[in-house]
């Protein structure tokens, strides 16, 4: 079980099923406070939030508008969060079709045998899943301009896109340096796993978020391109501007080191 003195739960939620099969999931490994995002225009809500009140004692939730992200729901509920745990376990539902996807995230984090000692090494400010299908290498100018080169017109709108992913990325380390002047020249382009479910200390997410306006967030729903797709990766790069390492779960030892490189 996960110690509920040292974590608590953020989860943003939409799908009834995949809603109750996660909470369900949550509730075997983990019984403290969990927050909850759920968008306003949402049909389930109502059971969803029901069925979390059944399972846990303290249910805080509040209600977004539905801008296509989860990002925008724990933007807005992580504030909520005033209990004196150090960390926080973010996730979120996805469509009925992609329970594995879950399962594939969480379920190496949430499992891990050692997760409660790895929340007291003073060394680490991120855990997640390490999986090869799911962890990735940050694209970078070079990368992209190499990709452009190769594709065919057919592909080209998601290498488009990717470009925006980049632009907010180096955005937000922009505002990061001229915030605060944290920099971190050897993790600019830092490894992360894509799907954006994590444990992270509240000073990493807090300072992530204090680098993002609410009106950085579109109105809409696309793979690539916006924000929150630069967030996913951001969280990564702060934890090495404030010290710590990101620790990937199942990542060979070798493989760990080069993602502090």
């Known amino acids: 079980m996960l110690d509920s003195k040292k974590i608590s739960f953020h989860v943003h939620l939409f799908y009834l099923e995949p809603s109750i099969y996660l909470l369900d999931k949550i509730r075997d490994a983990f019984d403290g406070n969990i927050y909850i995002s759920l968008n306003k225009n949402g049909e389930h809500n109502q ?28 933007f807005h509920s992580f504030p909520q969060n005033q209990d004196e745990t150090e960390w926080v376990f973010y996730c979120h539902d996805k469509t009925i079709k992609r329970i594995d996807w879950l399962d594939e995230i969480i379920d190496p984090v949430i499992n891990y045998e050692d997760i409660n000692n790895i ?6 400010g991120l855990v ?47 505002i990061l340096l001229t915030d605060t002047g944290l920099i971190n020249t050897d993790l600019l382009n830092p490894r992360f796993t ?35 797709h630069a967030l996913e990766r951001f969280y990564f790069y702060v934890t090495g501007c404030m010290k710590y390492k990101n620790f990937f779960v199942g990542l060979e030892e070798e493989e760990e080191e080069k993602t502090d490189e």
């Open 47 to 74: 059971e969803i939030l029901s069925h979390a009140e059944s399972l846990f004692k303290n249910v805080d939730h509040v209600v977004v508008d539905n801008v296509g992200n989860d990002q925008y729901g724990f």
């Open 119 to 124: 929340m007291d090494d003073d060394n680490i």
């Open 128 to 174: 997640t899943a390490g999986n090869t299908k799911h962890c990735m290498n940050m694209y970078t100018e070079d990368i992209l301009t190499g990709m452009s080169k190769s594709k065919n017109y057919s592909k080209r709108l998601k290498i488009v896109q990717a470009r925006h992913t980049l632009t907010w990325y180096r955005e937000l380390q922009y």
């Open 194 to 228: 894509a799907g954006n479910m994590f444990m992270a200390r509240k000073s990493v997410i807090k300072l992530a978020h204090d680098c993002v306006h609410k009106s950085f967030f579109e109105n809409y729903y696309r793979e690539d391109g916006n924000v929150e």
